[in-house]
């Protein structure tokens, strides 16, 4: 579905209620989606914003990221600059226009307390990966899952992207900033209802094991995930509604 609106235009597929384009009038695109990724049913698309429920990463004999990005929502609403998908207990909701905004809600419709984790898996567009770094996550315990998944706290220096970065940010509910000098660009990501923030660039070595991404584009991609992981997985008491929202603008 495409949504089109004076100020921006933004792509989102049913299957994940994925959105894979947002492009404000005059900007290049701020969401990346690899020139090879497949979109087949069943394959979660690359790149774009891959809703991550309701477990974060690999699970014994299930998919990765759990089941919401490879199911069928159904589109429960589409207006002007807005879109509302729904999948089980979840629903999903974009508004499209000079900012990005995004709104993922879990309602737990049992009557027994439910405990997930969820994460907008946002690939973000950048000039030169070389060039970028990333503010708001300074003093910041982490798992770093490229380094044998050691608990680490980041110093009062950006994060910089040096080699495969995967970096699981806790207790964090700070806004980042994605400084980007090769387009002259800043991004900005404030989120509420998360306590979790992701950073993840494959770099050289890992891409060449991904064939739904060129080889090449590890180097104009930046993903900035909006979460609830590990330690900050949610749990929702029978009944309880719970949202988590991320406001992108340039
Ligand atoms: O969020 C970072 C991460 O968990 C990485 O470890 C990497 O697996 C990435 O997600 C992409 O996962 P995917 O299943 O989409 O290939």
């Not at 005059?26 to 991550?52: E, M």
């Not at 207006?79 to 000079?98: D, I, K, N, W």
Request: charge should be negative; proline fraction near 5%.
């Amino acid at each position: 579905m495409q949504i089109s609106t004076p100020d921006a235009e933004a792509e989102i597929y049913t299957q994940g209620a994925h959105l894979t384009r947002w492009t404000p009038r005059g900007q290049r695109p701020v969401i990346f989606t690899s020139s090879r990724s497949l979109f087949v049913p069943g394959k979660a698309i690359r790149g774009g914003v891959p809703i991550i429920y309701p477990w974060f990463g690999p699970r014994e004999g299930q998919p990765m990221h759990g089941f919401a990005r490879t199911s069928e929502w159904k589109v429960e609403n589409l207006a002007a600059g807005t879109a509302e998908l729904s999948l089980s207990q979840l629903r999903f909701r974009v508004s499209v226009g000079l900012t990005l905004g995004m709104e993922l809600e879990v309602h737990n419709d049992s009557n027994e307390p439910l405990t997930f984790e969820e994460a907008l898996h946002t690939y973000f567009a950048v000039g030169d990966i070389h060039q970028v770094s990333v503010t708001g996550l300074e003093n910041t315990a982490y798992i770093d899952k490229a380094d044998g998944c050691r608990e680490k706290r980041r110093d009062s220096a950006p994060v910089r992207i040096a080699k495969e970065t995967d970096e699981v940010y806790l207790n964090t509910r700070a806004a980042c900033v994605i400084d980007d000098p090769a387009w002259s660009r800043r991004i900005t990501i404030e989120k509420t209802g998360s306590e979790s923030t992701v950073v993840w660039n494959p770099w050289i070595e890992k891409s060449k094991t991904m064939s739904d991404l060129d080889p090449e584009e590890w180097r104009g991609m930046l993903c900035v995930e909006t979460a609830n992981v590990a330690s900050n997985a949610i749990t929702l008491a029978a009944g309880a509604t719970h949202k988590m929202t991320v406001r992108v603008s340039l």
